[in-house]
């Protein structure tokens, strides 16, 4: 069957390197956004040889992630992603997809439990940090980007595996995260070479710290802690290996989003006097009633808090693109083309979320939008359909708990000519010039 890939707009491409010079000093997000204004629902680009669709229309991004999607695979970032991740959830598909799916840490029956317990790991550990970081009423310049990374990074350690780390496991996790970051722009790469000779110490040394974890945990009676791997420990069906893949990734794959998350709240609300002091005043009277130790079904209830969240995930997903591929031997139609097999198929939400069609003024901060949910496709920082990610409700958490802390006793002030200009960085986005913000102590 003859392809229609010639009659898909898009720029021309060049000899051999396609459109890959478009990216090459321009963020993968930023670009996409771009095209995506100049060339409508549906485009398509060339990353050297390879055909690339960017899609950017909710019935399309449906028919790829629901409909259709058994004519679909995940295929990137494996050359990038595996040597850290693994064969994890993140990388699966078909049948393997849907045990570890099924079987998954955060699929375990009465999930909610555990996130009821460990609301107040996340808040002492969050005002221990702070209060080390700063504990004075004088105004301390910070880059708070930076440190929301460590402080996430402690919360996992403690809600993930029960375990804290010293500075070098910290260490040996921001190895894996540049060395994954610098397979994505080095696909000539192959597994298992490295350019960083550390990285297999490093990578050793860290799966072989959660493995021990694993096997002491199994050695425990059960219910001995709060920790995911102890909810989990007794009734999982993942193996070892698979069991310590799965924590794994949920480090990889989910503390710089913590902390991204957290840092547009912060940043957008700081950049909005009014969206702040609205947000404080619910913040002041839901700790006037509950004081600090509320539950999981209060801190849910928080109705501004939930708007201002699901407005800055709008502006700034963690996670600003998914790709699919057309499996091989399949063709299927897209939007009145027919697609021939390795197409990969761009979803930006980072486009989407900015796109006038569907967004009214979608560069303006306004989270009373989403007083009323928006139509389906239309908001997927997470994803959307069966492989919308797992840790969606963990990250969630960890940020409404983490927002709630930091404004019910810190002021934070924008450092002059502050931005939140992003870089894209081992599939996730991150402020290229870090947070920069006048921190002081100020109990509400």
Not at 51 to 57: E, K, R, W
Not at 71 to 81: L, S, V
């Amino acid at each position: 069957m003859s392809n229609d890939l010639n009659r898909i707009p898009g720029p021309s491409p060049q000899f051999l390197l396609g459109n890959a010079l478009d990216f090459a000093n321009t963020p993968s997000h930023i670009r996409l956004y771009e095209y995506s204004l100049a060339y409508g629902d549906i485009m398509l680009f060339w990353l050297f040889t390879q055909p690339s669709i960017l899609i950017n229309d909710p019935a399309l991004i449906e028919q790829v992630l629901v409909i259709d999607r058994d004519r679909y695979y995940k295929n990137a970032p494996r050359k990038a992603a595996e040597p850290v991740m693994g064969d994890s959830l993140f990388l699966s598909n078909g049948q393997d997809w849907e045990f570890k799916r099924r079987n998954h840490p955060f699929s375990a029956p009465q999930i909610d439990t555990y996130f009821e317990q460990i609301l107040p790991t996340i808040q002492t550990t969050t005002n221990r940090y702070l209060q080390a970081l700063q504990p004075s009423s004088t105004p301390k310049s910070v880059e708070l980007f930076g440190e929301l990374v460590k402080l996430s990074f402690e919360i996992f350690c403690l809600t993930v595996l029960g375990a804290e780390m010293d500075s070098s496991y910290f260490d040996a996790f921001s190895l894996l995260m540049e060395e994954m970051n610098n397979r994505g722009g080095q696909a000539f790469l192959p597994y298992p070479l490295s350019l960083n000779p550390q990285f297999w110490v490093a990578r050793q040394r860290w799966n072989s710290f959660i493995e021990e974890q694993i096997k002491e945990r199994q050695q425990r009676s059960p219910q001995q802690g709060i920790d995911l791997l102890s909810f989990v420990i007794q009734d999982t069906k993942l193996s070892t290996k698979q069991l310590r893949e799965e924590l794994s990734t949920a480090y990889t794959a989910g503390t710089r989003n913590v902390a991204e998350a957290v840092a547009a709240v912060l940043f957008l609300c700081a950049k909005n006097p009014q969206v702040m002091q609205t947000l404080l005043s619910e913040i002041t009277l839901f700790l006037r009633e509950s004081g600090s130790d509320f539950s999981l079904a209060q801190i849910n209830q928080f109705n501004y808090l939930d708007l201002v969240v699901k407005e800055a995930l709008r502006l700034y997903p963690a996670v600003p693109f998914f790709i699919r591929e057309v499996l091989p031997k399949q063709s299927p139609m897209l939007g009145g083309y027919t697609l021939p097999e390795k197409t990969q198929i761009f979803v930006s939400s980072w486009s989407f979320h900015r796109n006038p069609k569907y967004w009214q003024n979608p560069h303006e901060f306004m989270p009373e939008r989403f007083i009323n949910p928006p139509p389906a496709f239309h908001y997927f920082p997470f994803g959307a359909g069966p492989r919308q990610c797992i840790g969606m409700a963990f990250t969630l958490t960890c940020t409404k708990v983490m927002v709630v802390n930091i404004l019910s006793q810190y002021s934070v002030e924008l450092e002059p000519n502050t931005t939140f200009e992003t870089q894209y960085f081992s599939g996730t986005i991150m402020p290229r010039d870090g947070l920069k913000i006048k921190l002081s102590r100020q109990l509400l």
